[in-house]
Nanobody, 123 residues
Framework: QLVESGGGMVQPGGSLRLSCAAS????????IGWFRQAPGKEREFVSA???????FAPDSVKGRFTISRDNQKDAVYLQMNMLKPEDTAVYYC???????????????????WGQGTLVTVSS
């Protein structure tokens, strides 16, 4: 089971750091992805990190969001800076055992999902 934390309300231009932790297994052997889903929209890819620390992100968040992992703390983080109202969504972390592969941006590539944490960017 995955558990996200760190969501909340922030003003435009602000920052938040989301955390993803696992219950019952270690994240060391899993690639981790972050996705988000805004009301009425499909779930979309935000960032991913491989077991070895390689990262992927779409242009919409490059330069603003940074994904990282701390194997000692068994956690993955999503640092979100310069937040915009359009970043408002429920953010989910997802895990895939082993190699991430070419479909790192696709929800079907991941085996385990958290319940999500709400991020609201509003003045």
């Amino acid at each position: 089971q995955l558990v996200e934390s760190g969501g909340g309300m922030v003003q435009p231009g602000g920052s938040l750091r989301l955390s993803c932790a696992a219950s019952g297994f270690t994240l060391d052997y899993y690639a981790i992805g972050w996705f988000r889903q805004a009301p009425g929209k499909e779930r979309e890819f935000v960032s991913a990190i491989t077991i070895n620390g390689g990262t992927f992100a779409p242009d919409s968040v490059k330069g603003r969001f940074t994904i990282s992992r701390d194997n000692q703390k068994d956690a993955v983080y999503l640092q979100m800076n310069m937040l915009k109202p359009e970043d408002t969504a429920v953010y989910y972390c997802a895990a895939k055992g082993g190699l991430l592969g070419s479909y790192y941006y696709a929800t079907f590539a991941y085996n385990y999902w958290g319940q999500g944490t709400l991020v609201t960017v509003s003045s």
